[in-house]
């Protein structure tokens, strides 16, 4: 039996109880057919990773047994996705892949050109937790509100660099610069910033430009959609700057094998 990983709220130490939603249960009862006892490893982005047990109590309740922890929490690289918001299949898939990437934090911004305004930050939410449970992380990215570019710099964090997917071609290719990023610049916290698919307008780009801490880059000569081109910045910087820099853990492949087994 492959075992189903799961993120909870609750503190995880042995002897304790995680109590499961009704969309956990249904999961562990009705989808994998998990029956009273099932093995389980549990995680909540504070307490590393957990074994556990799963009981149900009654139709509608049950809890996770959690018995003896796995793994320890383990810093993650501080990089977050800037994003404008796209149609919903796109922007799932945006919330997917980047929690398999490893961003920290998820975080739509409207600018004079996107198409979406409303964004479902339930079901980005629901995604990203999918996500996680699937491919060993022991984090749940944070989803925030959407917010305008303006105010979005306007409050920018002192000393976060800001990595801009420049579609006018303003500035050096992506892994030239992050190659050439000295000691600081890659201990420095980050986040990646990808305008919508019409582009970010000349008096955006122009306020980019006046704001400290920005660096344009050019994701080469094709054209990215908007979604193609997040997650191929995210990408780059993880190889150039962030965890792919480390040998690979084993534990990520056994992941990868039993999302594979369904």
Not at 15 to 22: F, R, S, T
Not at 136 to 149: D, H, N
Request: aromatic share 6%.
């Amino acid at each position: 039996m492959s075992v189903s990983r799961l993120y909870v709220e609750a503190d995880l130490v042995t002897g304790g109880e995680a109590p499961l939603g009704e969309a956990q249960l249904h999961y562990l009862r009705h989808v994998m057919r998990r029956p009273d006892g099932a093995p389980l490893r549990l995680f909540n982005g504070r307490d590393g990773e957990w074994r556990g047990t799963f009981e149900a109590r009654g139709k509608r309740s049950a809890v996770a047994l959690v018995a003896e922890r796995l793994r320890e929490q383990q810093p993650e690289p501080d990089v977050w996705l800037c994003f404008a918001p796209v149609k919903r299949a796109r922007i799932d898939y945006i919330a997917e892949k980047a929690t398999e990437l490893g961003a920290a934090l998820l975080q739509p911004v409207l600018t004079r050109h996107t198409m979406v305004e409303r964004v479902n930050l339930e079901r980005l939410r629901d995604n990203a937790i999918e996500a996680a449970e699937q491919t060993g992380r022991l984090t749940v990215p944070e989803v925030r509100q959407p917010v305008e570019l303006a105010t979005l710099l306007a409050a920018w964090p002192t000393g976060r660099r800001l990595l801009m997917c420049d579609e006018t071609g303003g500035g050096p290719p992506i892994a030239e610069a992050l190659a050439g990023l000295d000691h600081a610049g890659r201990a420095a916290p980050w986040a990646i910033l990808v305008g919508p698919e019409g582009g970010f307008a000349e008096p955006e780009l122009a306020l980019l430009r006046r704001t400290p801490d920005v660096m344009a880059v050019g994701l080469g000569t094709r054209i990215l959609r908007a979604d193609t081109a997040a997650l191929a910045a995210l990408a780059c910087w993880q190889a150039l700057v962030g965890d792919w820099r480390h040998p690979t853990p084993r534990l990520a492949v056994d992941y990868r094998t039993a999302k594979a087994r369904g």
